[in-house]
């Protein structure tokens, strides 16, 4: 409990600090000036907010509330999607947040607090970035998909690469590392290339019967099992395994949410090892 002096020296050292008049006096009766009360209107929900932050805490730590913001390549979200759909169900008031774009560009955001944390796929023959901890979460097959068998009179199980069209991704610098060791691994280079800008048009112009194209096996899977495009069994690519990337800037520690989620993957992980791969 403060004095009555203690009280006045803290009205009078404020009064001094923010160069305002808080309070009329008027003998025994004080009442707030128009600069105390926005002061006060002010100063109250940071106050309460002190007050509230041990619970807070306790809550956030118990993963009760929070936010979760990652980012990912587009063929890694093809990985992440099976995890994106569970989280929400184990912690429904955390708020998850995914957005897509090239890893260098995440790399930029995730430097300046823009994400917890990053997915991304291997790039052959790259370095690794000092400035982020790396830590792999599994590898991922590649599946060469064909119009289905009808769409062009197409052969079901062989394929002449010199006579085909290629649909290249033009954005994807791992998987475009991984193609060209396909290519170099089969002595063999298609007819002509088009470049395409994502993996949504790249599969419906196979669909359409426009070329052929080499994708991440989780990203065709949905395709491949409507019948929709046709994989074909290829033993030089068969021996290609990109690795899936958790990438967190070097100088951070991982917040309360991001280690539920690599929590949750790494269980399902080593439950069901063919997530993930």
Do not use: C
Not at 81 to 94: E, H, Q
Request: aromatic share 10%; charged share 25%; proline share 4%.
């Amino acid at each position: 409990i403060m004095t009555q002096s203690a009280v006045s020296q803290q009205i009078a050292a404020l009064e001094e600090v923010y160069d305002s008049i808080l309070f009329k006096r008027r003998g025994r009766h004080i009442e707030a000036t128009a600069e105390g009360k926005a002061l006060y209107d002010w100063v109250v929900p940071i106050i309460e907010a002190v007050e509230d932050f041990p619970d807070r805490f306790r809550s956030l730590k118990n993963l009760e509330y929070g936010k979760l913001v990652i980012g990912s390549t587009e063929e890694a979200s093809f990985v992440m999607a099976p995890f994106l759909a569970k989280f929400p169900a184990a912690y429904p008031l955390i708020q998850v947040s995914l957005a897509i774009d090239s890893e260098k560009a995440l790399k930029e955001a995730a430097l300046h607090d823009h994400f917890d944390f990053i997915v991304a796929d291997e790039i052959l023959d790259l370095r690794r970035d000092p400035s982020f901890q790396y830590q792999v979460w599994g590898e991922n097959s590649f599946s060469l998909i064909t119009p289905s068998p009808g769409v062009g009179q197409r052969q079901s199980k062989t394929i002449s690469m010199e006579k085909e069209t290629f649909l290249m991704h033009s954005q994807d610098v791992s998987l475009r590392s991984f193609v060209t060791k396909f290519f170099s691994i089969k002595r063999s280079l298609p007819k002509r290339v088009i470049e395409v800008g994502n993996i949504g048009t790249i599969k419906k112009m196979v669909e359409e019967g426009v070329g052929i194209s080499i994708l991440g096996e989780q990203s065709v899977q949905a395709e491949v099992q409507a019948g929709l495009v046709n994989r074909i069994n290829i033993k030089e690519l068969r021996s290609l395994k990109r690795k899936t990337l958790v990438l967190l800037p070097d100088n951070r520690e991982i917040v309360y949410s991001a280690w539920a989620f690599r929590r949750m993957f790494e269980k399902e992980r080593k439950t069901n090892p063919g997530r993930g791969r």
